[in-house]
């Protein structure tokens, strides 16, 4: 059995040259993974999500938070 983390953060600023507004977008990357490895076949599975706030001129704001899983079976010859 296996159980590996990660975590990434980051930022981003941005601005716009036709109306000067700036946007500051931080952004933080969570991901887990656990399986199992046997002599013959593996199971894993992987979670991750990307958290990110996009802050326009600091007084309105969106969040977009999409997230993936995925389970992957492996048989070794």
Do not use: E, Y
């Not at 601005?15 to 887990?32: A, E, R, S």
């Not at 046997?38 to 309105?60: E, P, Q, R, T």
Request: charge should be positive; charged fraction near 10%; include cysteine.
């Amino acid at each position: 059995m296996f159980l590996n983390t990660g975590l990434n953060i980051g930022a981003n600023l941005g601005i716009n040259t036709t109306d000067t507004k700036m946007l500051f977008m931080p952004q933080i990357n969570p991901k887990i993974t656990f399986g199992h490895h046997n002599a013959s076949w593996s199971i894993n599975m992987v979670m991750g999500c990307n958290a990110s706030v996009l802050l326009w001129n600091m007084g309105n704001f969106d969040v977009l938070i999409p997230a993936t899983m995925s389970m992957t079976f492996s048989k070794r010859f």
